[in-house]
């Protein structure tokens, strides 16, 4: 199994550019999340999904849209990049229902490193 | 919100040493996740609990729920460790995904 895995691992935009950010997933995960890691700042959700069709909000939002079409995809969309943007993003993905032991426990995927300038 | 604080947020020791890191939180949570970060940026889970203790090879996690406070430990340090380690809170949201809210790390430095 591949786990989570993201596409691409680097990209540079220009302020005002668009752009997709892939997650896929091969554990039959139900939910899948969206994360962005700053300098100084830690880890923040900026979307999440807890089922194919379904997406909610998380802690910061504003900027980004995402859609869950298929269940082992969940896309990340920047529609007008802006410099706060630049950051590393993570997706990651866990079971529900999953033996006791598991719980819900994240499975990370690599990263996007993503600099707009 | 729930805040969640680390210490400390550099740790610098020698190979051998025991190691402990500290988690606070400031509200109820479902459960508390501890993390590793190595330098590459890989994030890898090592433990998720909502109470007691739990061991994995040398490293021990354990939760106190009524003091709201957890704590990483690494008995018999190595090099191989050094890595960032982040404590993060599981907070039930309304769709029943626990999305996480993590603390800003402890950078840990093995030296040999």
């Known amino acids: 199994n591949a786990g989570v895995t993201q596409t691409p691992k680097f990209r540079v935009l220009k302020t005002g550019q668009s752009m997709t950010l892939l997650c896929a997933q091969d554990?039959?995960?139900?939910?899948m999340y969206w994360y962005r890691q700053d300098p100084g700042m830690g880890l923040r959700l900026i979307h999440y999904?807890?089922?194919?069709?379904?997406?909610a909000k998380g802690e910061v939002p504003d900027g980004y849209n995402v859609s869950r079409l298929k269940k082992q995809n969940f896309l990340l969309g920047l529609e007008s990049a802006a410099p706060s943007q630049t950051s590393v993003y993570f997706c990651a993905s866990s079971w529900l229902g999953g033996p006791v032991t598991r719980g819900y426990e994240q499975y990370f995927g690599p990263g996007t490193r993503l600099t707009v300038t | 919100k729930n805040e969640v604080e680390q210490s400390p947020q550099n740790l610098t020791a020698q190979e051998g040493e025991f190691i402990t890191i500290n988690c606070s939180y400031s509200?109820?949570?479902?459960?508390l996740h501890w993390l590793q970060q190595h330098p590459g940026g890989g994030i890898v889970s090592l433990f998720m609990l909502s109470s007691g203790k739990k061991k994995h090879g040398r490293l021990i996690a354990t939760i106190n729920i009524q003091e709201k406070h957890s704590s990483l430990h690494i008995t018999a340090s190595h090099p191989r460790d050094s890595a960032v380690y982040i404590c993060a809170v599981s907070v039930p949201s309304g769709g029943g995904a626990d999305g996480l809210t993590f603390g800003k790390g402890t950078h840990l430095i093995i030296q040999p």
């Open positions: 509200v109820g949570i479902s459960a």
């Open positions: 999904s807890v089922g194919e069709g379904t997406t």
């Open positions: 554990m039959n995960h139900e939910y």
